[in-house]
């Protein structure tokens, strides 16, 4: 006899049932989870949460992870959502990272603009537009090798 169940992640009913011949051939982890990828995200947030995964290394499974169209309990979306944002520290890293030589990124000085303003980003490609230019074939000078003189 089958048993209606809720999936611990997402409440999605499913039936299962560990004692039914019927689902001998399933797996026991169907108990709790109706689906494999609500029983790996349960894990990472566990790990997450019990300081066993940093956030970076929990965002990484998670982002490795097919879970867009899973319908998560809020409580599960809000553990998702903290493990998927950005911190302070890391925003400045990939700020830092950035060429300045770079012409188009000459003059933006700090992310949190960036992250908070399209116009720059339409200023960016304006710069980027204007600075792209091919010489003409006629002004480019031959590159001669002065131990061969050719």
Not at 36 to 42: G, H, L, S
Not at 56 to 69: Q, V
Not at 130 to 145: A, D, F, G, L, Y
Request: hydrophobic share 30%.
């Amino acid at each position: 006899m089958s048993k209606k169940r809720k999936c611990l992640m997402c409440e999605t009913e499913y039936e299962y049932c560990p004692y039914c011949w019927e689902y001998e051939r399933q797996p026991r982890w169907r108990t709790l989870f109706d689906r494999a990828e609500c029983q790996d995200v349960y894990y990472i947030i566990s790990d997450w949460l019990g300081k066993r995964l940093t956030q970076k290394e929990a965002r990484e499974k998670l982002l490795a992870m097919n879970i867009k169209n899973i319908p998560f309990n809020s409580s599960v979306q809000g553990n998702i959502d903290k493990i998927m944002q950005i911190s302070d520290e890391e925003l400045k890293k990939v700020h830092d990272e950035i060429d300045d030589s770079d012409e188009v990124m000459d003059g933006i000085k700090n992310i949190e603009p960036v992250l908070k303003n399209d116009k720059v980003f339409e200023k960016a490609d304006e710069k980027k537009k204007q600075t792209v230019k091919i010489k003409p074939v006629s002004t480019v000078k031959p590159v001669v090798n002065k131990a061969t003189n050719k």
